[in-house]
């Protein structure tokens, strides 16, 4: 079993449309939950870095971790074309730590 | 601010050679992290070195290795490459390591081997 788990999809959705993304894990030490958005040919791109649990949102994207349930979920309000991308979530321990681990990621396409 | 950049960003190797790739990381970042993803694995961490020392290192063989130099810049070699070492490889820097110090990427270097 993956430390991290992450449904790959494919989700297509419809331009305009809520948009949810979810990981559960395993290990109950992580403490710092990430967000990162790839786009085909590129790197990831640091979207959304919470500590413990709780909501996060910044702009369009919401992010909540639910530590007791080791689950953590991404919204995105209102989504774009330019959202299609692969999303994926990574998480770490505390201090001292800095190998992330990631879940196999999301491909997500947004219709218009 | 420039980010994360690598170079080059595609390579083609046959079997039996060795690669090195190299790693910018943002200025002022000294923590640099490294990391091989592909289709069937997914984003796997290689290894990671601050101030010139490695402090963490994934399940790689020892075929995978890295150093850092005094400017943070970093390399990664793989020597006797083989098929499966075929992945995009991603450098990711942060400022001072620790599970609290965000990670950015750089777009990767592309490994193929023939």
């Known amino acids: 079993q993956k430390e991290v788990e992450q449904d790959p999809g494919p989700l297509s959705v419809p331009e305009g449309a809520i948009v949810s993304l979810n990981c559960t894990y395993s290990?109950?030490?992580?403490?710092?939950f990430m967000w990162y958005r790839q786009y085909s040919r590129k790197g990831p791109e640091l979207l959304m870095y919470?500590?413990?649990?709780g909501n996060k949102e910044d702009g369009r994207f919401t992010a909540q971790v639910d530590k007791s349930s080791k689950y953590i979920s991404l919204f995105i309000r209102d989504s774009q074309p330019s959202d299609s991308a692969t999303y994926l979530c990574?998480?770490?321990f505390g201090q001292g730590a800095q190998k992330l681990v990631f879940g196999q990621g999301t491909r997500l396409t947004i219709n218009p | 601010k420039a980010g994360v950049t690598q170079t080059p960003r595609y390579l083609i190797k046959t079997r039996g050679q060795q690669v090195t790739l190299s790693c910018s990381p943002i200025s002022g970042h000294r923590s640099v992290s490294w990391y091989q993803q592909t289709p069937g694995q997914g984003l796997q961490f290689l290894f990671e070195y601050f101030s010139e020392t490695q402090r963490n290192k994934g399940n790689f063989p020892g075929r995978f290795s890295g150093r850092q130099f005094s400017n943070s810049r970093s390399e990664m070699n793989v020597s006797t490459l083989e098929l499966g070492d075929s992945a995009l490889y991603l450098c990711?820097?942060?400022?001072?390591?620790?599970?609290?110090?965000?990670?950015?990427f750089g777009d990767g270097t592309r490994l193929s081997i023939l």
């Open positions: 990574a998480m770490t």
């Open positions: 290990n109950s030490a992580f403490q710092y």
């Open positions: 919470t500590y413990s649990s």
């Open positions: 990711a820097s942060s400022l001072s390591g620790g599970g609290g110090q965000p990670q950015h």
